[in-house]
C-alpha cells in the first residue's frame, strides 16, 4: 500500500491509467458476460455486448429507415403515401432480416447453409413471382414518378379508359361501356401507354368524311366548320380546322380537327359530328360517295364490261 502511495506522489498521472484500465477490463467482461458454447473456430458466443450491438443496430436502422420513408413521401398525396408505406413495410422485414444474419454470424454461428437454402428460396419465388415483383415495382414507379393520376384517361392496347384506382400491383380504369380494365402496373414501364390528360390540356380529335367528285369543296369546308360550330362540347379556342386529306378512289377525303376538354367523351362528340355533317350535306346537295361497281353482260359475244368508281374498264376476248 505505501509503495502504491508512493508511486502516485512520484507521477500522479498514474492513477487516472489505473483507473481507466480498470474501468475498461471490467466493462469488458460485463460485455463478454452470456452464453458461450464449444472451443475454437466451431464456438458460439451470444453475449451481452452482442445483443447489446444488436439492439442498437435495429433502434438505428429503424431511425434510418423512417428518414428514409419521411424523404420518399414528403410531396406524395394521403392515398399515395399510405400506399407506399405498405411496401416499406415489407422492405424494413428484409433489412431488419439482413441485420439479424450479420449478428448471428458475429457470435460464430455459421449462417452459410442458413444463406444458401434462403438463396435458392428467392431464386424460386422470383421466377415463380417475377411478374408480381414487376407490377409492385411498376406501381412503386408510378406512384414516386406520378407519370399517371386518378381521372386521368388512358389507352393501353387499343383500349380506353378513366383511372378510377391506382394499387400496388395493378391500376383500375372504367372503359367508355361502363367496364373495369385491370391494368398491371408492369405495363406503365414497359409498354407504350398513350396519356390522353397528361399535359393538363385539351386533346386534338378528328372526324374523316368523303364527298364526291365535282363537289363544291369550299362549300364543304364551311358546312364542316359550321357543325363543329353546333357542337357545344368542342372548344373554341384553339379553332376547329379543316385538311383536304387526299384524292380517294370514290372521292374527295376531309378531315374535320377540333379540340376537346373531356377525351373520354370523344366517341359521343364525333357521333354528334357525323350525324350534323350528314344533314348539312344533305341540305346542301353534297353527296357522300360510296364504292360501287357496275357489270354489264351482253349477249354478242364474249364481253365483260366493268364500272367502278367512276371509271371504266373494257375486257374483250
Known amino acids: ?27 469488458k467482461e460485463f460485455l463478454n458476460m452470456g452464453l458461450h458454447i464449444g472451443e475454437g473456430e466451431k464456438s458460439v458466443h451470444i453475449t451481452i455486448g452482442l445483443l447489446l450491438l444488436l439492439t442498437v443496430s435495429i433502434l438505428l436502422t429503424q431511425l434510418l429507415l423512417k428518414w428514409l420513408r419521411r424523404f420518399l413521401t414528403r410531396n406524395m398525396e394521403g392515398d399515395d403515401k399510405l400506399k407506399f408505406i405498405n411496401f416499406f413495410q415489407f422492405v424494413k422485414y428484409l433489412v431488419y432480416v439482413a441485420i439479424v444474419l450479420l449478428t448471428m454470424s458475429a457470435a460464430g454461428i455459421n449462417i452459410t447453409l442458413l444463406i444458401t437454402a434462403s438463396a435458392v428460396l428467392f431464386v424460386g419465388l422470383g421466377l415463380a413471382l417475377q411478374e408480381l ?53 408492369h405495363k406503365f414501364i414497359s409498354d407504350i401507354v398513350f396519356n390522353y390528360t397528361q399535359n ?22 364551311e358546312l364542316l366548320l359550321q357543325s363543329a360550330e353546333e357542337e357545344g362540347q368542342i372548344a373554341r379556342n384553339p379553332k376547329p380546322f379543316v385538311l383536304f386529306d387526299d384524292f380517294g378512289d370514290s372521292g374527295l377525303i376531309f378531315s374535320l380537327h377540333f379540340f376537346i376538354s373531356d377525351s373520354f367523351q370523344a366517341l359521343k362528340i364525333k ?9 348539312l350535306f344533305k341540305k346542301h346537295q353534297i353527296t357522300i360517295p360510296f364504292p360501287q361497281r357496275d357489270v354489264h353482260l351482253f349477249q354478242n359475244g364474249p364481253f365483260y364490261h366493268q364500272q367502278s368508281s367512276g371509271q371504266q374498264i373494257t375486257e374483250t376476248s
Not at 408510378?142 to 387499343?158: A, F, N, P, S
Not at 391500376?171 to 367508355?176: C, D, N, P, V
Open 1 to 27: 500500500m505505501v509503495k502504491i502511495l508512493s508511486m502516485i506522489q512520484e507521477d500522479p498521472t498514474i492513477i487516472d491509467e489505473v483507473v481507466s484500465e480498470d474501468i475498461w477490463i471490467r466493462v
Open 133 to 185: 415483383f414487376q407490377d409492385l415495382i411498376g406501381g412503386i414507379y408510378i406512384i414516386i414518378d406520378k407519370t399517371l393520376r386518378v381521372g386521368d384517361i388512358i389507352e393501353v392496347d387499343g383500349k380506353v379508359g378513366k383511372v378510377i384506382e391506382i394499387r400496388l400491383r395493378s391500376t383500375h380504369a372504367l372503359t367508355r361501356d361502363d367496364k373495369v380494365l385491370i391494368i398491371p402496373n
Open 200 to 221: 393538363y390540356k385539351t386533346t386534338r380529335e378528328a372526324v374523316t368524311v368523303g364527298v364526291a367528285y365535282g363537289s363544291d369543296v369550299d362549300k364543304v369546308t
Open 271 to 279: 357521333s354528334r359530328l357525323r350525324f350534323t355533317i350528314n344533314d
